[in-house]
Every structure is written in structure tokens, then in C-alpha cells.
């Protein structure tokens, strides 16, 4: 299998979802890894080298927007000073910053930036004292109409619109919509659902022809779930982030929203995933945050075969029959992954004669089963989640075949 084509579970297709599919001719996703939301992440800064370093993988990833300027409260010098040396790579995305405030929409058009994504807050329950619907509406059409006479192409995010009263959210984005290129659905508190917003995707097509991006946050692991229906159902642009940073639970992550959509849309969003595999383990450097081993996509044991010997027996078989792809949940190669048998401490013969065959090396199942012996024993003092590399088995195993085979 060397394609997504037919990943995709034929159960899906029966789906009412999909029998009424409304994908755009093109889907983007917009990265929020260097701004307005993986650098808000509590405890992360990063050094402008790093934003650098970053900002240049995510262009090799093929990352169609880039945010590089964000909100919190607003951008330091520090922060505008990466900006501009950003925008100095001649990256082939489009960068873009998230705003609040005229300052900071003049700040982005001063330093180079074209596009803004300007943000506000809509939701009426979380209003203060201080605040109406017919401020925030006003304040919302002043910051558009500023971006737009900067000559700035101007989204809007509706911060928190998945909990805005529907009749207040049709009178904000019929109102705004003369004067916004884009609306942003933004589900701050990833209170929605994949049937929710499959529904709200479509409702607020009734209200504006635009684009529209969905702002997906983690709360309950629905950010790619949600982004899928979303696009399914006729959104534009996700925002993203590698390895899913962000406030709270963080956003849908780049890599994972990627092939979810290769998967089950069966539309690519042409991104380079051996180069997403290298931003996961970069981004993963920079911020110290390790990546869990079974996280999907970029996770160590992500195409793993776990270690229970009725499992490693029966992947071993298929590979014997060029099968071995049959068993696996995404063939790796498709996103810059390679199979593994996992050795550790419940090593067996067959994880031992895979990994010694793609070494170069055949022995027989009686020799399998005594290198299997052996691993077990020198990992049984390790403690907690231990696995060893092909490179470590091969040195026990020519260890062994010194003072055994030969």
C-alpha cells in the first residue's frame, strides 16, 4: 500500500456526514506554533534562534500560514525584533499576526506583516460588568476597518464563538461581513463536539461566502476530530500546532490533523511529513517537552508492533508474505515513520529473528529463542517502561554468537 487511498474505514463512507460532504477546493492549515497559542503555552519562551530554527521546518513541512506574532498581552521588542528577521527568510508561507489592539495591528503593518487575525472576545456570558454586545461589536468593526485601511488583509476570530448564542453570532458576522476577508471560529474552550460543529460550519455558511478556519482546542482530545468535520463540512483553515502546545490542553496538532485528513477526507494538505517528523523532535528539543511514545504520527511506538508474542508471531508472518503493512494502522513510510518490533522485557523469538533479518542477519528459531532469553534477563533489574534499539540487539546477539553459535 503506498498511498491513503484506501486507509480509510469503508463504514465512514455509510456515515450521513460524509453522504452529504461539502470540502473546500482548498484546505489550509495556519501553524500557531511560534504565536498565539504554542508560545502561550504555561512555561514556554522561546529564544529568537529557536523561532528561527522553527519558523524555517515549518516552512519545509510546507505549512501554509504561519503566525509569527501573537497577543499576550501584546508583542515585546524581543518578539518584534523575531518578526521581522522571520519575515527576512523569504518564507514561502504566508505569515500572519493575532491582534487585540489597534497597537498591535500598526505594529504588524510596520514591521512588514500583510495579513492580521484579529481577536475578540463574543461569548455574552463571559461579559464583565463593563462590557455589552454593542461595545464589542463596535470595538470589533473599529479594529477591522483599521486593519483594512492599513491595506492589511483582515480575519476575524470570534473568540469562544462555540458558546455564543446563535442569534448573537449572526449579528456579528452579518454586520462584520462586508468588512472581514476571513471569520474564524474560535472553540476557546474546546467545548464542541465533531456533531457541533458540523453543524455551526454549516450554519454560518448561510451567513457568509468567506472563508472559514475553526480554532480547535484539545479540552476532551477532540481538537483533530472536530478540525475533520469541520473540513468535511466546508471549513477552509485550521489552526494548528506541532506536537499539539497551547493553552490549556493546547490545539489540534500539525502532524496528527494531517494525516487525519490524507485518511478520512481523502484530501492532502500537501505537507512534507519526513520533515514533520523533524519539526515534532525539534519542537520537542526546544521546549524540553518529550513527545509520549504513543502519540500518533510522531510517537516512538507510534508503528511499534507491541511486544505480546501473539501479536509480534503474526506481524512476523505477514512479513514473511510482504503483508506486514496489513497489520499496521498507518503504513509508516506515508508519514516518514519506519516499522519496529519492540524488544524489552517481554523480548520473544520473532521480535528477535525480524530485527536480526533487517540487520542482514538469518538464524534459526532455537537461536532466536536463546537471544530472546538473554534480553530478558539483562532487562529485568531495569524499572518502569524500558525498551531496547535494533542497534542494542544486534550487540547482544553477536555477543552471544561468539561464545554460542560459533
Known sequence: MNNFKDLDSLYNKKAKLYKNIKIEKKVEICDLTLESDGEEMAGLKFKESERLEIAKILDEVGAHRIAIIGNSPKPTKGDIKSAEKILGLNLNARTNGFVKTEEEILTCQKIGIKEVVI??????????????????????????????????????????STRTSPIYLKKIITKLEPLFDEYVIGDSLGRITPYGIEYLVKLIKKWTNKPIHLHPHNTTSLAVANSLSGVLSGLSVVHTTVNGLGEFSGLAATEELSAALDIHAGISLGLNYSKLQEASSLVSRITGI??????????????????????????????????????????????????????????????????????GYEITKKEAKIIAREVRRRLSTR????????????????????????
Do not use: W
Open 119 to 160: 481577536l475578540v472576545g463574543i461569548n455574552e456570558t463571559a461579559f464583565t460588568k463593563n462590557i455589552s454586545p454593542k461595545n464589542i461589536l463596535e470595538k470589533s468593526e473599529r479594529l477591522i476597518e483599521y486593519a483594512k485601511n492599513l491595506g492589511l488583509h483582515a480575519t476575524f476570530m470570534g473568540m469562544d
Open 290 to 359: 518529550q513527545t509520549p511514545p504513543f502519540k500518533p504520527i510522531t510517537g516512538k511506538s507510534a508503528f511499534a508492533i507491541p511486544e505480546t508474542e501473539e501479536t509480534q508471531e503474526f506481524m512476523y508472518n505477514l512479513s514473511l508474505e510482504n503483508k506486514i503493512f496489513e497489520g499496521m494502522p498507518i503504513p509508516p513510510k506515508l508519514v516518514g515513520k519506519n516499522i519496529t518490533f519492540s524488544i524489552g522485557k517481554k523480548c520473544n523469538e520473532f521480535a528477535v529473528l525480524y530485527n536480526l533479518e533487517e540487520c
Open 383 to 406: 524499572s518502569k517502561y524500558c525498551l531496547i534499539t535494533q542497534n542494542e540487539l544486534l550487540r547482544i546477539f553477536l555477543d552471544l554468537r561468539d561464545k554460542l553459535f560459533i
